[in-house]
């Protein structure tokens, strides 16, 4: 014995425990730490449970399994529960006690270090060990997780820490009761796969957009509110936005008015298909689609209406992907037939004539044609003679005077409407305003463009036949002559001092 008649292995026990004890405690806060800054548990697992959120999601297939391998461990039959007090050296973890907890990939701190009193009160009888909180209390001691935003998820706030999580063990990372985050988010945010669907969900990765305890946004989103979440992923249509001269207001508004979030029917996760989706809020384009009785193929082939317009931004008021000579020439650079047997002549050499109509030469087809639809031949706007020949009527020229003065058919005399006069004596008067046997326009005129001033044509199909009349136009200093193949060679002047040929038009050769 020593002096103070202890016996030295006494001493030295107590010694052994007390730095038990202390080693024990340093250990179980070095945990302790590890798990405040990891989601609380353990990984059991080396190089299975590492890296990103993204290693423990399975693709979205309802039952993809997880990329965790875990080798089967065969463990003996459990003990009978124990009905009487256990001895305080006894832990609650063995291969029959609580087995399960040794073959997980992933293991709940305190049980790692077989600290069940972190959580657990003292044995209450009949092997009872009571929370030491009631409901979240115990979790919420180490896991601030909520009260802290402006949006909190109803699964922790409603149902509590465990509706999601095993507060033991899991094969999935932040102790999950299933295998991936997409099929625990399935089971109450039910959302069947459609034919397209976003990245993030398609692969199960929901946290991805959605923080799964609270948030500062609505939807619990990471990014921040409407489009800027988007934006997050999406950066370089903000971009887009920011740096072009028209947006879409949808597209800076609310990107959901257009697309679905997580999956669709529809490619690029519209909610509609394209046509519908810009018609919903287009509605006088709606309008003009449904009454017309000339369509545009443009309008239901490929990509519908993006097969012209940008859905977010350009640089047209319209959001037109080119100016609009050059898209137009993306598909009428050739010739095409239409369903009903129709040919649509090529457009691409008349469009590189050296004179061009005014709004051609602007790049403004639209002032003639109306793409999306029309009640006239050739989708024009307004009334155009498609004869050769047609009895005089204001109305036939509708088109033309939409931009030109009128006057010019019904005025007789003039010395400075028209450049096509000889004298004062009106030239387009005499040809057009007659009741038969009317020329118009395109009598002599290439409507689009031509090699010749005034868009002056170089032949035009004659009325009723297939050949080619040549119109002989030559320009002089001070009018023009002609030689078309339906009367002998004329010749205007401008000049009043000059003599007047005779009558142009009703001296006929060779007309029907």
Not at 295 to 323: Q, V, W
């Amino acid at each position: 014995m020593n002096a103070a008649g202890n016996q030295p292995g006494a001493t030295r026990k107590r010694a052994m425990l007390w730095g038990g004890g202390i080693l024990g405690f340093i250990g179980l806060v070095f945990i302790l730490t590890r798990l405040l800054n990891s989601g609380g548990a353990v990984d059991q697992s080396p190089g299975l449970n590492r890296g990103t959120e993204a290693d423990s999601m399975a693709r979205y297939d309802g039952g993809a399994p997880s990329t965790r391998i875990v080798q089967p461990i065969a463990l003996p039959p459990p003990a009978p529960k124990p009905t009487g007090p256990l001895p305080a050296d006894v832990t609650c973890v063995t291969a029959k006690c609580h087995g399960q907890f040794t073959i997980a990939s992933v293991v709940h701190g305190p049980v790692a270090v077989q600290a069940c009193a972190v959580c657990h009160e003292p044995d209450q009888g009949n092997h009872t060990y009571p929370l030491k909180k009631p409901n979240d209390g115990v979790c919420r001691t180490c896991h601030d997780v909520t009260g802290t935003r402006s949006y909190e998820h109803k699964a922790v706030s409603v149902n509590g820490c465990l509706a999601c999580h095993d507060p033991h063990v899991s094969q999935t990372r932040h102790l999950l009761k299933t295998e991936t985050v997409g099929q625990l988010c399935q089971q109450c945010h039910a959302m069947p796969l459609e034919k397209f669907a976003h990245s993030p969900f398609l692969a199960g990765q929901c946290t991805a957009c959605h923080n799964p305890h609270q948030a500062d946004n609505v939807k619990l989103l990471r990014g921040g509110e409407g489009p800027e979440h988007c934006f997050t992923c999406h950066d370089q249509i903000k971009l887009r936005l920011a740096s072009s001269a028209a947006t879409h207001e949808p597209a800076r508004k609310d990107c959901l008015t257009c697309h679905a979030a997580h999956t669709s029917p529809n490619p690029h996760q519209l909610k509609a298909d394209v046509t519908t989706t810009c018609l919903g809020c287009h509605k006088p384009i709606a309008k003009v689609v449904k009454d017309s009785s000339v369509s545009h193929d443009a309008m239901f082939i490929k990509d519908t209406c993006a097969n012209c317009h940008e859905p977010h931004a350009g640089e047209s008021r319209t959001l037109l992907r080119d100016r609009q000579d050059k898209l137009c020439l993306a598909c009428h650079d050739k010739e095409l037939k239409t369903d009903d047997g129709r040919v649509v002549v090529g457009m691409k050499s008349t469009l590189e004539r050296k004179f061009l109509h005014g709004p051609i030469r602007s790049g403004d087809c639209a002032s003639c044609h109306n793409v999306h639809g029309a009640t006239q031949a050739n989708l024009l706007r307004e009334k155009f003679p498609e004869t050769f020949y047609a009895s005089f009527d204001l109305e036939n020229y509708a088109l033309c005077f939409s931009c030109h003065s009128k006057d010019l058919v019904l005025l007789e005399k003039t010395d400075n409407l028209t450049g096509f006069r000889d004298g004062d004596r009106n030239l387009h008067y005499v040809h057009v305003h007659r009741a038969e046997k009317g020329r118009t326009c395109k009598t002599c005129h290439n409507i689009h463009g031509s090699d010749l001033p005034n868009h002056m044509a170089d032949e035009v199909p004659f009325e009723g036949s297939q050949w080619a009349m040549p119109i002989g136009f030559e320009k002089r200093p001070d009018g023009a002559s002609c030689a078309p193949g339906c009367h002998e060679a004329k010749t205007y002047h401008r000049s009043s001092d000059v003599p007047a040929p005779p009558p142009a038009i009703d001296n006929v050769r060779g007309a029907p």
